[in-house]
């Protein structure tokens, strides 16, 4: 990490002006994230300005796992549904493409109600729940970030299968 930050910092006025910014935002989120110091990442982000279709997905979806660590479910509901509406009217994307970001932020919003209000369920529901969400996300053929909600539901179905509710 500290020869990222190093690089993020020595090189960051090599790009060209209008892109510095941006890509130094960025990827000094992503870095954060990745150190898991999330209220940085998310300070860093939120810097981010989408100037094209990529930096908008891709900051989106880091945004997405930041509140997601933070247990931030307001705003992470918020950003879903935001996003959710930003996928469905974009017009550079394709009918394919819309479809994987849909299925995740569905399978997301699920995702989110399952773990953040946990303490509605019983442990056996709750590990029942999650088990059938990873079923879904694992059938389903188009779904961006499938890795990262596959992960996130084992380790929740983990936590749940301890948890002594």
Not at 26 to 50: D, I, P
Not at 74 to 98: G, H, P, W
Not at 126 to 134: D, P, Y
Not at 146 to 153: I, M, N, V
Request: hydrophobic share 35%; aromatic share 14%; with cysteine.
């Amino acid at each position: 990490f500290e020869w990222t930050e190093l690089f993020l910092n020595e090189y960051r006025d090599k790009l060209p002006p209008h892109r510095q910014e941006n890509a130094y935002n960025y990827n000094l989120g992503n870095l954060y994230y990745n150190k898991k110091m999330y209220n940085e990442a998310l300070s860093a982000l939120l810097l981010v300005q989408f100037t094209d279709v990529k930096y908008h997905l891709s900051t989106t979806f880091l945004l997405l796992r930041t509140y997601y660590a933070l247990k931030d479910t307001e705003a992470l509901l918020s950003l879903i549904e935001t996003f959710r509406i930003y996928v469905i009217r974009n017009r550079k994307m394709t009918t394919e493409q819309k479809r994987g970001y849909t299925n995740f932020l569905r399978f997301d919003r699920r995702l989110v109600v399952l773990k953040h209000h946990a303490s509605t369920y019983s442990k056996k529901d709750l590990h029942t729940e999650l088990a059938s969400l990873a079923e879904k996300i694992e059938a389903a053929p188009n779904v961006i970030n499938k890795y990262w909600l596959l992960e996130e539901c084992r380790s929740s179905a983990q936590v749940a299968a301890g948890s002594g509710q």
